[in-house]
């Protein structure tokens, strides 16, 4: 017991204030980490991290479909990822008969690795500051134009900035992101592969073990991993997806460490961080707060109707898995959020936190002219749209959900063809494959649902019109009866059907389609809605510029980092437990035996594969023991600061060698896209050393060991 209490007060002795918050900007490492990196016990150079003229950490890690991150670890475009990342595609490749989602895959050879249709995955190439370029030109123009040709010339520049960018950089594409709310732009050059085929993966039962009970909590026996690798063509650039493509030859690629991690070491993660609100206001926050609630709710009346569907129907399980998967993940986010907002008072500490900058802003007149409004401006659109944007909340997250009015939303954009005529074909042929994980029948009984959720809640002025017999209105509508009618007489129930209905070129036979009235329904209220929910944008960001720019000088001098906006980050802590609550200490890894403590035949979440079980019970663990207590430890904790799109990214040590992948957050700290909570905040990974032995062990995929050849 003294033991563990010595510990402990050893972390908090051993590290009070090295970095920890922070998902800082690759090309200001020097400047703002330079120092702090060296003393967290990083042995990389900034340059060695980030560079563009090197070869440097950043050619190793991609962005990876847009949502996730992922990492280059062989010389032959290996990827490895999240299993939660890869596990949309793993689906889509699964078949009743072939189910590589349950039962997970290895390709043996490189002929056997599956490729994944509208998968890509972005490498990073550089990232430029071009604020003042654009600021000069805002400058110029305002002195002669209004507010219009401003937007124009600025515009106008940006074109010219991306343009020139890509004419450098061949194959590569350009944009301009905005950080601090508006006040600096970035021009960034990235290189997108198109041909990404699925190497292996875990079965879900490991790769997802403990489900949405243990999702977003700690302690974790998750092994969230999976493996894709990158094709490129006879000149190693990007191409479409060919049979006579190569696997990729990377710049770098991150060495694999089967070292393991102690309590305490350094730790360090690069990637995709997606969105956080660190610099918003109170009101924006109780903003965020009411529509997340709206989403909880209506999101429950779905899930589970579709968890039960799932349940019954092992056809349906796979149908739905990633459906459910991604609905349930915001859910429970929500939910841990609301929590944490509450013990650990946000909402009051934010407003602290706007009391002290106004003093600040108050004592000096300057001050006052910049920043003084910031605040009232933001919100004041805050109130002007809250209602409104609460009504859409609940519109999207109920009627809207109905999968057949998306199928039909998604048929109807696509007719529309560019020079305003109306294509039939391009609209069967967005729904060719939408099909595959559609159940009707649960569908049909979400819509009862959800449209009766809907006139529960919605404010009757919200009502949707024009659905059953003529005359009738929403507040009466027998919503059993008419749904029963929409599903039995609507031709978007199959693509079968679908086609049937548009063979002549009939329009406007398709337009009277039930599924197409509803949608339209839906959006004519949805339209009423818009210019109130975002009419206020304009002064929004405005104020949100302002407010940023106030903050960046209240805290002038001191390293500082903007909101993550899918762009590539580096956090960098320690290894560390944490206590959960008094008395209660969380020790930073866990073994394959809490696996085993958890297993529970009787619940599709906790079920282990009865080859783990005789691995774990023979101790067949090969070179993937922690050399301290010879167990196989499958997830541990830092405290880096991360956030949704740096699943998968890597965890690396001080020499940058892949030592685990990031997976999760804790429940304790789900605030923490709104603030950074030193004692409480950690980052859940998996073990780098589990990953490999699930790979050789379990998968059977030894090749794929030697090909990444760890390092002791
Ligand atoms: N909470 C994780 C994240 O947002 C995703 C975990 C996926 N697993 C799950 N059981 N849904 O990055």
Redesign the pocket.
């Known amino acids: 017991m003294k033991r563990i209490f010595a510990i402990a007060a050893a972390v908090l002795l051993t590290f009070p204030a090295l970095a920890d918050e922070g998902m800082w900007l690759l090309p200001l490492l020097q400047k703002m980490n330079g120092k702090a990196l060296q003393e967290a016990g990083c042995r990389l150079t900034p340059e060695q991290i980030y560079s563009i003229n090197n070869t440097s950490l950043k050619d190793a890690i991609i962005h990876f479909g847009g949502g996730c991150t992922g990492e280059i670890i062989s010389g032959e475009g290996l990827i490895v990822t999240n299993h939660?990342c890869g596990y949309s595609n793993i689906q889509a490749l699964s078949t009743p008969e072939h189910n590589y989602l349950m039962d997970g895959y290895w390709a043996m050879s490189r002929a056997e690795e599956l490729p994944c249709r509208g998968l890509s995955v972005t490498f990073l190439k550089s990232m430029t500051d071009v604020t003042d370029i654009l600021a000069k030109v805002e400058a110029n123009a305002a002195k002669k134009g209004d507010a219009k040709a401003v937007e124009e010339a600025v515009r106008a520049k940006m074109q010219e900035l991306t343009a020139e960018a890509e004419k450098a950089n061949p194959n590569c594409t350009a944009r301009i992101s905005s950080f601090y709310n508006g006040n600096v732009q970035y021009l960034i050059v990235s290189k997108v592969y198109r041909d990404i085929r699925f190497v292996g993966a875990p079965p879900a039962s490991v790769g997802?073990f403990g489900?949405?009970t243990d999702?977003?909590m700690w302690p974790r026996h998750t092994g969230d991993f999976s493996m894709f690798r990158v094709y490129a063509g006879a000149d190693n650039e990007p191409a479409e997806y060919s049979p006579n493509n190569k696997p990729y030859r990377p710049a770098n690629h991150l060495k694999v460490s089967l070292a393991g991690v102690q309590e305490g070491d350094y730790a360090m993660i690069m990637g995709y961080p997606g969105r956080t609100q660190r610099f918003q206001t109170a009101a924006q926050l109780k903003q965020m707060l009411a529509t997340n609630r709206i989403a909880i709710d209506a999101r429950t009346v779905r899930q589970d109707l579709m968890w039960e569907a799932m349940c019954a129907d092992p056809n349906v399980q796979l149908k739905y898995a990633s459906k459910y998967?991604s609905s349930?993940?915001g859910w429970k986010?929500w939910q841990g959020e609301e929590l944490a907002f509450e013990k650990l008072n946000i909402i009051g500490r934010e407003e602290q936190k706007e009391a002290a900058f106004m003093e600040w802003v108050n004592a000096k007149k300057k001050r006052q002219e910049a920043y003084g409004q910031a605040l009232g401006k933001i919100e004041e659109a805050v109130n002007a749209s809250s209602k409104a944007s609460r009504a859409v909340s609940l519109l999207t997250e109920a009627p809207y959900r109905i999968e057949l009015v998306g199928m039909a939303g998604r048929f109807l954009q696509r007719i529309a063809t560019r020079d305003g005529g109306i294509s039939i074909p391009a609209g069967l042929a967005a729904l060719k494959n939408a099909y595959r994980d559609y159940e009707v029948g649960l569908d049909c009984k979400e819509a009862v649902a959800l449209l009766e959720y809907y006139r529960k809640k919605a404010d009757p002025a919200n009502y949707l019109e024009g659905l059953g017999a003529e005359g009738t209105d929403f507040a009466t509508l027998d919503i059993p009866a008419y749904v029963e009618k929409l599903f039995g007489e609507s031709a978007f129930t199959s693509y079968e059907k679908l086609e049937k209905l548009a063979a002549d070129g009939d329009v406007e036979k398709i337009m009277n389609d039930p599924a197409v009235r509803l949608q339209n329904s839906i959006m004519s209220v949805l339209m009423k809605l818009y210019p109130v929910a975002y009419g206020s944008q304009e002064k929004l960001q405005e104020g949100s510029k302002e407010f940023t720019a106030g903050l960046m000088e209240w805290e002038k001098g001191k390293p500082s980092y903007p909101d993550a906006n899918s762009t590539m980050r580096l956090t960098y802590g320690h290894v560390l437990p944490y206590s959960p609550k008094d008395a209660i200490l969380y020790r930073h890894y866990t073994t394959l035996a809490g696996v085993m403590e958890k297993e529970d035949p009787n619940n599709p979440e906790f079920i282990v594969p009865a080859k783990l079980k005789e691995l774990y019970e023979k101790g067949d663990f090969g070179q993937y023991t922690d050399p301290a207590d010879g167990k196989v430890h499958t997830c541990f904790l830092t405290n880096n600061d991360i956030t949704?799109g740096n699943?998968g990214s890597p965890v690396m040590n001080a020499k940058g060698e892949l030592i685990g992948l990031a997976?999760?957050g804790n429940w304790e700290s789900m605030s923490s896209d709104v603030m950074f909570e030193p004692d409480l905040q950690r980052c859940i990974c998996v073990d780098i050393r589990y990953v490999l032995f699930l790979v050789e062990k379990l998968g059977g995929a030894r090749h794929i060991i030697e090909e990444i050849a760890p390092v002791k």
Do not use: L, P
């Open positions: 939660h997802k489900g949405e999702n977003w998967a349930a993940n986010k949704g699943s997976f999760d």
